[in-house]
């Protein structure tokens, strides 16, 4: 099948070069120069594992290009994919990129002749595609749904693992309002075996937020859960967790092998269901109070999703403020920060808890040093600004003469730490803040450091 791909981003990058992989022709669209520049040489301007590996095995097949050409990509092919962001305004959507798209579409299939499909793959709120997206395609393209073909078709990847993931999808959503639409898109997906839900269009566009909600609202129980367990005082988060996790409804026996062999399934879920300083990314920190808002609007107030986003906004402060108190202030004491990507394998720094954590500390008086091993160049360019940090080239160096370092995000490197020559390097019984509960408590204190971590407050939080 011929597929343009409107936005080379996380979700247009990776889907338009697996889509090729799978044998399918396809054309990404940006209006980024540079970016497209940097895709047809070969280089990928995202970090996605694998990624680069297979843009450049596509291009040399001529399975894959990008372009700014966005009039010839979609008279060229059958099917055209939206994929541009769909941020957020005030904690509601903000469809602007979404409606300038189908307006670019929408002109081209005015003089194209021969049924053409449009998805819109962008998260958006349930209705945008029938309210929306249909009337501008109509209107410019002058030519009535029927004529052309709309469908929904929600991307559930996740960065760091987004092509494993696309490669082999647990289910494929497609949603459409007439038949002819889905019996063309649902070719796209042909080369893949997995289920396919089909549904209207809104109700596809709501499944999409009902799997983020979810993964938001487990996150915020867990945190939820662990702030209780610091107030009560001697209870670790993480035994609580383990005892939870280990019911047989979360984590199955395997079939056939019984209780007593204790062999189980670890389903990817519990990976939701842990404490720590918050999510973060590109995707629940907006169309968590995008759904929100949309509901407010249509008269329901969702209470249960406010509070799952009001815990994700107190849980970063809440682990400084007890820094803060432990430290007697934060006035000119040196703080590392370890992790900026919102999660590890990305360089995806977009609404990521170090954000709010780095915040804190620089208008607490604190003099910040920053280590992540892929995001902080993108931190440098967007987040930080205007921030006045060090960027350290290694994690030791950050965290070298700090009276606290604080870990972030939970990448490999940062779970094995020698902690005797952190010790030596940091100030005089400095603080480790386990913000993503990646050590044992007591090995942090053996070498003569102090230790914070989310859901663990005893007796006496020093040693
Ligand atoms: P992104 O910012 O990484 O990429 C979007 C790209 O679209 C940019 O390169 C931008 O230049 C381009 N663009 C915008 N308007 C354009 C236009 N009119 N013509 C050509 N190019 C245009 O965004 P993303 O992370 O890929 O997200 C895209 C959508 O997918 C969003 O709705 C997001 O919520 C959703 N989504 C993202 C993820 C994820 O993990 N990133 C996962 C699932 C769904």
Redesign the pocket.
């Known amino acids: 099948m011929r597929i343009s791909i409107?936005?080379?981003?996380?979700?247009?990058?990776v889907s338009g070069v697996c889509l090729s992989e799978v044998g399918h022709h396809v054309v990404c669209?940006?209006?980024?120069p540079e970016?497209v520049e940097s895709i047809r040489s070969g280089k990928s301007p995202?970090f996605e594992p694998g990624l680069e590996e297979l843009l450049r095995r596509n291009l040399k097949a001529r399975r894959f290009t990008a372009t700014l050409d966005?009039a010839r990509a979609v008279e060229n092919t059958e099917v055209t994919m939206i994929?541009?962001?769909?941020p957020s305004r005030n904690g509601a959507i903000d469809l602007r990129?979404v409606e300038?798209?189908a307006r670019?579409i929408g002109h081209v299939l005015r003089n194209k002749r021969g049924y053409h499909v449009v998805a819109v793959?962008?998260?958006?709120i349930p209705s945008t595609s029938d309210t929306v997206v249909k009337p501008i395609l109509q209107q410019t393209a002058r030519k009535a749904l029927g004529e052309f073909g709309l469908c929904t078709n929600?991307?559930?990847?996740?960065?760091g693992d987004?092509i494993k993931d696309f490669l082999r999808p647990d289910r494929v959503v497609i949603g459409s309002d007439d038949e002819r639409s889905f019996r063309v898109f649902k070719k796209v997906y042909s080369p893949f075996r997995c289920p396919i839900v089909h549904t209207n269009l809104r109700t596809a566009e709501l499944i999409?937020y009902t799997s983020n909600s979810l993964l938001a609202l487990l996150i915020s129980y867990s945190n939820e859960i662990a702030s209780i367990a610091e107030a009560i005082g001697d209870i670790d988060i993480v035994d609580v967790t383990r005892g939870l996790h280990l019911d047989n409804r979360l984590m199955p026996f395997l079939k056939g092998s019984g209780s007593s062999s204790g062999e189980r399934i670890t389903p990817g879920i519990l990976t939701y269901l842990k404490a720590g300083c918050g999510y973060g990314?590109?995707?629940l920190p907006?169309?968590v109070p995008a759904l929100c808002a949309f509901a407010e609007k249509q008269g329901y107030k969702p209470h249960l999703l406010r509070d799952v986003i009001g815990i994700n906004h107190r849980q970063p402060v809440r682990l400084m403020d007890r820094l803060h108190h432990e430290l007697g202030g934060l006035r000119n004491k040196k703080v590392a920060v370890w992790g900026i990507a919102f999660k590890p394998d990305t360089d995806?720094v977009r609404d990521t808890p170090a954000k709010p954590i780095v915040d804190f500390l620089l208008k607490a008086g604190a003099k910040v040093s920053v280590y992540d091993p892929l995001g902080l160049e993108q931190a440098r360019k967007t987040i930080f600004k205007d921030c006045h940090l060090t960027y350290s080239e290694s994690p030791f160096k950050a965290a070298a003469g700090a009276h606290a370092l604080v870990v972030v995000t939970a990448w490999p490197q940062f779970k094995k730490v020698d902690f005797r020559k952190l010790s030596d390097l940091m100030k005089k019984r400095a603080f480790v803040v386990d913000g993503r509960r990646l050590y044992k408590r007591q090995s942090v204190i053996q070498a003569g450091l102090q230790y914070i971590g989310v859901g663990y407050r005893g007796s006496r939080e020093v040693a």
């Open positions: 409107i936005g080379a981003g996380y979700v247009g990058l669209v940006d209006q980024i970016k995202i966005m994929a541009v962001p769909t990129y300038a798209a670019q793959k962008s998260t958006v929600p991307e559930f990847l996740r960065e987004a999409k990314g590109s995707c907006k169309d995806d």
